[in-house]
């Protein structure tokens, strides 16, 4: 059941679309929830552990240039350095990991203090950027998740609609694979 990149990046730019305008024909349908119906813990696994690795192969891979403080684009809208995009990146997958810990009645994940520090969004070299990419390994973080979490406990979300532990768990993949695109970007900029 996973999902590839280019799927889950058009499964973000809904949300963020339905996230942001109130006019949006999907605002408080629970487009998450239905991607997300029918998996089991083993589902969203299998999808985000591959899009962390598929960032942090991005990373490594990236010419220099792309740690740098980038210009505006064309239209002048803000373009996120590499380390920008991991340390958004871990900040928000320590909170969706936080939200479906709560939903599934788990306690907290409990970060290490150098992976909470790598969630401030900020500029990083290369080597920084790899090593604030290398801080999380989700396949360890859901290995501790028990096989019978409730998965399906939920609460309705004004822009959202119905979320579960299940569907938090599916969005850090899909989150992930969203800036696994815009690293993309970055290397096309910079080719």
């Given at each position: 059941?996973?999902?590839?990149?280019?799927?889950?990046?058009?499964?973000?730019?809904?949300?963020?679309?339905?996230?942001?305008?109130e006019?949006?024909?999907?605002?408080?349908?629970?487009?998450?929830?239905?991607?997300?119906?029918?998996?089991?813990?083993?589902?969203?696994?299998?999808?985000?552990?591959?899009?962390?690795?598929?960032?942090?192969?991005?990373?490594?891979?990236?010419?220099?240039?792309?740690?740098?403080?980038?210009?505006?684009?064309?239209?002048?809208?803000?373009?996120?350095?590499?380390?920008?995009?991991?340390?958004?990146c871990?900040?928000?997958?320590?909170?969706?990991?936080?939200?479906?810990?709560?939903?599934?009645?788990?306690?907290?994940?409990?970060?290490?203090?150098?992976?909470?520090?790598?969630?401030?969004?900020?500029?990083?070299?290369?080597?920084?950027?790899?090593?604030?990419?290398?801080?999380?390994?989700?396949?360890?973080?859901?290995?501790?998740?028990?096989?019978?979490?409730?998965?399906?406990?939920?609460?309705?979300?004004?822009?959202?609609?119905?979320?579960?532990?299940?569907?938090?768990?599916?969005?850090?993949?899909?989150?992930?694979?969203?800036?696994?695109?815009?690293?993309?970007?970055?290397r096309?900029?910079?080719?």
């Amino acid at each position: 059941m996973t999902a590839t990149v280019t799927e889950l990046g058009a499964l973000a730019d809904r949300l963020q679309e339905q996230g942001r305008n109130e006019d949006s024909p999907d605002r408080g349908r629970p487009l998450l929830d239905e991607a997300s119906q029918g998996m089991t813990l083993a589902d969203p696994r299998a999808t985000a552990v591959p899009m962390r690795q598929a960032l942090i192969a991005g990373v490594q891979t990236l010419p220099d240039e792309a740690f740098a403080d980038q210009p505006a684009d064309a239209e002048g809208n803000e373009v996120w350095s590499a380390g920008e995009v991991i340390t958004h990146c871990n900040f928000v997958l320590m909170r969706f990991a936080e939200r479906a810990a709560g939903m599934m009645g788990l306690p907290e994940p409990g970060w290490p203090d150098e992976l909470a520090a790598s969630g401030e969004q900020r500029v990083l070299d290369k080597d920084a950027t790899i090593a604030a990419a290398e801080l999380i390994d989700l396949g360890v973080w859901f290995d501790r998740i028990p096989a019978d979490a409730d998965i399906e406990s939920s609460e309705e979300l004004p822009r959202f609609g119905n979320v579960s532990g299940r569907t938090w768990l599916y969005f850090m993949a899909v989150h992930e694979a969203d800036h696994v695109e815009q690293l993309e970007e970055l290397r096309a900029a910079h080719s």
